[in-house]
């Protein structure tokens, strides 16, 4: 993204309750980022809200700022191989989870919201992630309705937003990560109605926090993550925050596949550790 697209986009103008459920927000993911092939209701008012497993949750582009379009367009044609290498298997083996990636607009303009997990976690200690989590049964249709009900049910419970404020707007092809065997989708929300959020649970979640897009796009905020392991990927040195493996592998490919990608320096290295 050009600093004239950053203006221009300024100017149209936020953990799970188990150890299971936040483990899907991240995850390293060596074959989610640039090396991946290929290139293409308001609160009191009508909402998907979280709802019963037989209620409908809408997916619609309707009344979308004109920024969010060009995400909105991807997400109807990207192919699960133009986002990463490591595809759900198809034994369907995986435990089924979602995310939601949820865009608002903030005083810097268009936002992303995410959220840190708590330094005193087994796993993942300390790294910024979506909300999101495993499906429950409550959530219905795996293969259907189940992860946006997922996304919005989980959301709630690590940031406090009211899911009657967000209109989910699409749907990302179905993701795996392999150190964890989670199959993640990604729904795309936009936080028409903003409400409150923080953290909910200090045990699960260390803070909740949006990040401008235009800072996710500035290249001096980029780098790529090297894993002790070997693996690497993208990613954000955002808000006092490192942002890396699945998440960032996500947030990425949207910046790349919307046009907003802006020339980076992709032999800066981030060193990880083994806790990681």
Same mark, same amino acid.
């Given at each position: 993204m050009t600093h004239a697209q950053t203006h221009g986009m300024t100017q149209a103008h936020t953990q799970a309750h188990t150890q299971a459920h936040t483990q899907a927000g991240n995850g390293f993911a060596e074959g989610l980022g640039p090396g991946s092939p290929g290139s293409p209701g308001s609160p009191g008012g009508p909402g998907p809200g979280v709802g019963s497993a037989d209620a409908e949750v809408p997916v619609t582009t309707d009344g979308l700022p004109a920024w969010l379009d060009p995400v909105a367009r991807a997400a109807r044609s990207v192919q699960p191989q133009q986002l990463s290498r490591f595809l759900p298997p198809e034994s369907g083996a995986g435990r089924q989870s979602a995310v939601l990636v949820l865009f608002g607009e903030g005083e810097r303009g268009p936002e992303l919201?995410?959220?840190?997990?708590?330094?005193?976690?087994?796993?993942?200690?300390?790294?910024?992630?979506?909300?999101?989590? *495993?499906?429950?049964?409550?959530?219905? %249709?795996? $293969?259907?309705?189940? =992860? &946006?009900?997922?996304?919005?049910?989980?959301?709630?419970?690590?940031?406090?937003?009211?899911?009657?404020?967000?209109?989910?707007?699409?749907?990302?092809?179905?993701?795996?990560?392999?150190?964890?065997?989670?199959?993640v989708t990604p729904v795309l929300g936009w936080w028409r109605a903003p409400s409150p959020v923080g953290v909910v649970d200090p045990a699960e979640t260390a803070r909740v926090f949006t990040v401008p897009v235009a800072d996710l796009t500035d290249p001096a905020n980029r780098a790529t993550a090297i894993h002790p392991s070997g693996h690497s990927g993208p990613a954000f040195l955002v808000e006092s925050a490192?942002?890396?493996?699945?998440?960032?592998?996500?947030?990425?490919?949207?910046?790349?596949? *919307?046009?907003?990608?802006?020339?980076? %320096?992709? $032999?800066?290295?981030? =060193? &990880?550790?083994?806790?990681?």
């Open positions: 919201l995410l959220m840190e997990r708590s330094g005193t976690l087994r796993s993942h200690a300390g790294q910024p992630s979506f909300p999101g989590g *495993a499906l429950d049964p409550e959530d219905g %249709d795996q $293969a259907t309705t189940g =992860p &946006l009900r997922a996304a919005l049910r989980e959301a709630e419970e690590e940031t406090g937003l009211d899911p009657r404020g967000v209109q989910l707007f699409g749907v990302l092809p179905r993701l795996y990560i392999p150190v964890s065997s989670f199959v490192l942002v890396w493996g699945f998440t960032a592998g996500v947030i990425d490919r949207i910046v790349h596949y *919307a046009g907003w990608e802006r020339p980076w %320096d992709r $032999a800066r290295q981030v =060193p &990880l550790d083994w806790r990681a």
